[in-house]
């Protein structure tokens, strides 16, 4: 009662109680999604304090001893570090370097094309492989790249040539990686440019037209100049996740004979900490990789706001 | 109207460019999933390559692959699962999902910037793929299905985008109803939630294509053979040469095992397939206001 006599008094705070009493029924139904955040999103983040401690799994959490940097300095010195960091930034900037001209050509042919049915159809083809897992990936590259099965062995087969087994062999790898990704997300990529596309003027280009501007002319000199903000805001963003090299897909396709160019940070953790049992060492490399990937999307998010006036957050 | 106006030679040659690159990208995009699906067709004693099975008549394909697999129990029961996985992951999905998206889209809530920070910090930081893993474990949830869906029931960035979809709904609708007395709970559920059906729909079909996708926790986390979902059973089938179990206890004897590989897959894309043209409208709306937005 005490309380509430004070609150009546000071008028702000007896506003704010009213919001709060008014949005009681909201508080009610967000708290599950924040006890939810508590126990699924911030206990993990607890959990990972065990980079510094020498992880007894009887002892638990809490319980193992504290070693310090011990972890740390054990991946660091390691000879795999780099080899790791190299493949992951490999994987990261070879995939963007190939499929963003890719998602912008798509875009910009999908706006400019005039043949309504091969527009749409090659929209939806284009979308579709995005909602397919790396499993199913994997069956459609077995198709494809199989010794045995494979078209694109019959083809080396029809021109007198020996089969190739690309998906074991350390020179073909990368390219499997990154091509089979740019034919997995580029439709989907393409989405975003398409939007900034719908967004242009059309008085542009009715200006351009009675100024006798060229098709040609007009893509240089409208459409891609229009959608620059947001190719600058996709790269930025793609450098922001560099050290997610796509887990999924590499853990899917790779297999020992081409461990070397495939192994991935994420890949790697995984084999140490849940094959290997060694889950001080992987989660200390997983919070080297969080603590880096933190200062990476804070810093891309910076230079996003910096270029285009909006964050992401 | 533009055939109205005379085409220059250069324009003509600019739309030629444009159409035959776009036939060439459907080629590329087609040629993969179609020798896929002739693969799976193909007869037991079908003699020749790959490539002839691509343009083999579709009155002489073989579905003893897909017969195998629907009359397998194994099967069966993984496409079961995956079918649970699907819908319990996606009503949980967005039990946790929309609330706190609409929270966060009031700006008059006292505590959002809090709520939002709450929110924020794991999108910024991931803590990594052990420290999840001791939580799930704890939790005792190894070898039940949830913990497939859980640990991924409440993505950030989707948050994020139905929480800017709630933003630009007009303020006028949900002043009319508070001003006759509805409470926030009410606003929510009779005014914006049938408003938002294409974000509904957008967001549900992403965390269900990513549930029904996963394979990751399910291997983490089952073990249990009756528990598997599809991804994990495609996989093991992948994985497997011709010496496989499966082969050996003839489970799948009638049809070769590269058209049991691919006919799996197929099978298991099947409800995603289904699904997609109907959402298809929906998911690039609210990808685009996604994206705008940010």
């Not at chain 1, 001209?101 to 492989?129: G, I």
């Not at chain 2, 190894?142 to 913990?147: Q, V």
């Not at chain 2, 059906?197 to 394979?215: A, M, Q, R, S």
Request: charged residues 15%; hydrophobic residues 50%.
């Amino acid at each position: 009662m005490e309380g509430q006599s004070i609150l009546l008094k000071n008028p702000v705070s007896h506003t704010l109680w009213r919001r709060i009493v008014r949005h009681k029924s909201i508080y009610l139904v967000a708290s599950f999604s924040f006890i939810y955040f508590i126990i699924f999103k911030y206990v993990p983040i607890w959990n990972a304090q065990i980079a510094f401690r020498d992880f007894q799994a009887l002892e638990g959490v809490t319980g193992s001893p504290w070693i310090g940097f011990k972890n740390f300095s054990d991946f660091v010195n390691s000879y795999y570090f780099w080899e790791l960091i190299r493949n992951t930034v490999f994987y990261s900037l070879g995939k963007m370097l190939f499929s963003v001209p890719a998602a912008v050509f798509l875009a910009v042919a999908l706006y400019e094309c005039r043949v309504f049915w091969l527009r749409k159809t090659v929209q939806t083809m284009a979308y579709l492989p995005h909602f397919l897992s790396w499993v199913i990936m994997y069956a459609i590259l077995l198709a494809i790249l199989s010794p045995s099965n494979g078209i694109l062995n019959d083809f080396i087969k029809v021109f007198g040539g020996e089969p190739i087994s690309f998906m074991t062999d350390t020179k073909a790898f990368p390219w499997i990686v990154i091509l089979s990704d740019t034919w997995k997300e580029t439709g989907w990529s393409a989405i975003i440019f398409l939007a900034a596309l719908m967004g242009i003027d059309p008085c542009l280009f009715e200006a351009a037209a009675v100024e006798g501007a060229s098709a040609w002319q007009r893509v240089r000199y409208i459409t891609l100049p229009a959608i620059k903000p947001v190719i600058v805001v996709v790269v930025l963003l793609k450098l922001g996740t560099v050290l997610d090299a796509g887990f999924n897909q590499i853990f899917m396709l790779y297999s020992l004979p081409v461990y070397s160019v495939a192994d991935i940070i994420d890949t790697w953790i995984y084999r140490q900490g849940i094959l290997e049992f060694r889950f001080g060492l992987a989660t200390a490399v997983g919070l080297f990789k969080g603590v880096f990937g933190l200062l990476l999307l804070v810093g891309s998010n910076k230079l996003i706001k910096r270029y285009t006036g909006n964050g992401l957050y | 109207m533009t055939s109205t106006i005379k085409l220059t030679r250069s324009d003509r040659v600019f739309h030629i460019f444009i159409d035959a690159a776009l036939a060439l990208i459907l080629a590329l995009l087609i040629i993969p999933i179609w020798s896929t699906l002739t693969l799976s067709f193909q007869p037991n004693d079908f003699i020749g390559s790959a490539l002839d099975g691509m343009i083999l008549p579709p009155w002489k394909w073989s579905t003893a692959a897909y017969k195998a697999l629907l009359g397998h129990r194994s099967f069966l029961s993984a496409a079961g699962n995956s079918f649970r996985i699907f819908f319990e992951g996606v009503i949980t999905a967005l039990f946790f999902t929309v609330p706190l998206a609409y929270a966060l889209s009031i700006k008059t809530l006292p505590g959002r910037k809090l709520l939002y920070g709450i929110v924020l910090v794991p999108y910024l930081f991931n803590p990594g793929l052990v420290p999840n893993y001791l939580l799930v474990t704890k939790l005792s949830l190894t070898n039940t299905l949830a913990a497939v869906f859980l640990p991924g029931a409440v993505s950030v960035y989707n948050t994020l985008i139905m929480k800017s979809f709630f933003e630009e709904l007009p303020e006028e609708l949900k002043e009319s109803a508070r001003i006759d007395g509805a409470s926030e709970l009410t606003v929510l559920l009779k005014i914006i939630l049938p408003l938002s059906k294409p974000i509904l729909l957008t967001i549900g079909l992403y965390y269900g294509v990513h549930f029904w996708n996963d394979f990751f926790n399910a291997m983490l986390y089952i073990n249990d053979a009756k528990l598997q979902p599809l991804p994990i059973l495609l996989r093991n089938i992948l994985l497997s040469s011709g010496m496989n179990e499966y082969v050996e206890a003839n489970a799948f004897g009638e049809a070769p095992i590269y058209a049991i590989k691919a006919a799996s897959v197929f099978l298991a894309a099947i409800p995603m397939l289904v699904a997609y043209p109907f959402i298809q409208r929906y998911f690039v709306k609210g990808t685009m206001l996604g994206s705008i937005k940010g």
